[in-house]
């Protein structure tokens, strides 16, 4: 079978299937208050993608070569029984990568029963190591300890290297990015801090509000001396660093300051089975429709082939004042 290849000459690559566009925390660069308060509709369960038909979608998907899968939301264990997707993905010939994004705020027992399942990593969101911080982050009362519970009931499930995202945000949480560095260092887990995007059209965001990968590698080398590592893979969204005395890694992610379209491998799927090209996007294809209409894998490959081949996506290689404001979708409704 050929692999989807678009107008960029980017494979299909790694599928991001958004689960639920529902979330227990708030935070600001993603969900804000504001505009996700209480009286916010969020999509009834009937327009969702039942796990059946996701794991249809997927099987076409690593047909045209996706190899890496990662469940996002949303936080995705918002939504009931995800264990049940975990293990119909796991099954699927050829996928390499099964992955899940969370806010490591559900019940350590999850874990085991995802790593049952089929589950291969983790990743971890947390913006900061002090409850205040965290709290000026995500809006929510939630305790950090239980968060850091959850990453290291997951790396000893094996579900590790635990990744960690940290979002940063400046004169919000850029004091913490130091004590996070030396945390999880000490932890050997893997931070990645990422420059804060102008993503969805909800959470205000201001150029001024960015603390640039150069600025992040500066402190950090300061402090604790670093060096470049070669990505794992095509497309890996992270710049790898190392530690110069060998205590492990550290990623930045730069999609504002250095921008990394040109290998951008990356396809997403929204819980109510829309197809997305780019973070950023504006529009996204229906498959739901195809779906529930009974459109066989061949129909449903000629669709997905369709979008792909036509792909020109390049945000933000493009970000300019005239794109902020685009209505471009929430990133709580087609996942990280
Ligand atoms: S901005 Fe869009 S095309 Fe560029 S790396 Fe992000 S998702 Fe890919």
């Keep these: 079978m050929s692999h989807a290849i678009d107008q960029l000459n980017r494979p299909l690559h790694d599928l991001r299937i958004s689960v639920t566009d529902r979330c227990n925390f708030r935070c600001t660069y993603c969900m804000p208050k504001s505009v996700f308060g209480r009286d916010y509709q969020f999509m009834p369960q009937d327009q969702l993608l039942t796990f059946e038909e996701m794991d249809r979608v997927a099987r076409v998907f690593v047909d045209l070569g996706v190899r890496k899968i990662r469940l996002t939301g949303g936080e995705p264990l918002m939504r009931r029984d995800l264990e049940s997707l975990v293990s119909k993905l796991a099954l699927i010939p050829g996928t390499e990568d099964l992955a899940l994004t969370t806010n490591g705020s559900f019940h350590i027992t999850r874990i085991q029963s995802l790593k049952d399942a089929g589950l291969k990593r ?55 990015i130091l004590p996070m560095a030396r945390y999880f ?30 600025q992040i590698r500066d402190l950090l080398h300061a402090d604790m001396p670093i060096e470049p590592l070669e990505p794992n893979s095509r497309g890996e969204v992270a710049e790898r660093y190392r530690y110069t005395d060998g ?19 990356r396809a997403r799927i929204s819980a109510d089975g829309k197809l997305y090209t780019c973070l950023f996007a504006i529009n996204g294809t229906d498959m739901r429709g195809l779906l529930r209409g009974g459109a066989s894998a061949a129909e449903l490959r000629e669709a997905i082939t369709a979008v792909w081949q036509k792909r020109v996506d390049r945000y933000s290689e493009l970000r300019s004042a005239q794109t902020e404001d685009l209505p471009k979708v929430e990133m709580s409704y087609i996942g990280g």
């Design 122 to 176: 983790m990743t971890v969101s947390l913006d900061a190591l002090d409850d205040a911080t965290f709290m000026s982050m995500n809006d929510v009362d939630f305790p950090v300890s239980k968060v850091l519970e959850w990453i290291d009931v997951s790396a000893n499930a094996g579900l590790g290297p635990v990744k960690i995202n940290m979002v940063v945000k400046r004169g919000v949480n850029e004091h913490a």
């Design 185 to 214: 260092r000490e932890h050997c887990h893997v931070l990645r801090l990422i420059e804060y995007m102008d993503v969805g059209h909800s959470n205000g965001w201001r150029m001024d509000d960015v603390v640039t990968a150069a």
């Design 247 to 265: 205590s492990g890694e550290i990623g930045i992610i730069a999609s504002v300051s250095q921008p990394f379209c040109g290998d951008c491998s």
